[in-house]
């Protein structure tokens, strides 16, 4: 005669102890009152001995339950994940906004600069043009100083003659 304790309490066949010991203990009785007490159940000695039934349920136990601990182990992780996430984001939008204004600085600096550059230029250009010019008067006051002495010479000899007739 089967009892009702021997219903609630779990007799695997030790061929099954690698998927039990994977298990929690409610789990193995929430598994054995699946296949004792179903539509068409098993016979107490058929859920005790090596069955395919037995094997099939087990394994799918086994597999749910394993997927649940991942979720479960997940779910902290995700959320740690998501906040370093979220802050690395908020650095990187501050360090963009400053690049942006770094960059802003550059380009005001890179116009000055290209202003101050024209107007260098437009200077040396006048210098050059200056120095040009009085390049060219000394030059030209170079080329006039021996005809200078020549009528200087000529001249302080007629001043001689003039002063000798008086």
Known sequence: MVTMTSILTPSFHVYYSKQLNQLSYSIKIDVWQRLTSRKHPLLIEQA???????????????????????????????????????????????????LEKKIEELLDLQEQYKSREVAITRSLEESGEKVSQLSDSVAFFKSIIPDMRKVNISAKKSINLLESKY
């Open 48 to 98: 005790s001995s090596i069955h395919p039934e037995v094997e099939d349920l087990l394994n799918k136990a086994v597999g749910n339950y394993i997927k649940q601990k991942e979720r479960q182990k997940m779910k902290p992780i995700t959320s740690d994940c998501e906040t370093s996430l979220r802050q690395e984001n908020e650095e990187l939008c501050i360090s963009k906004q400053v």
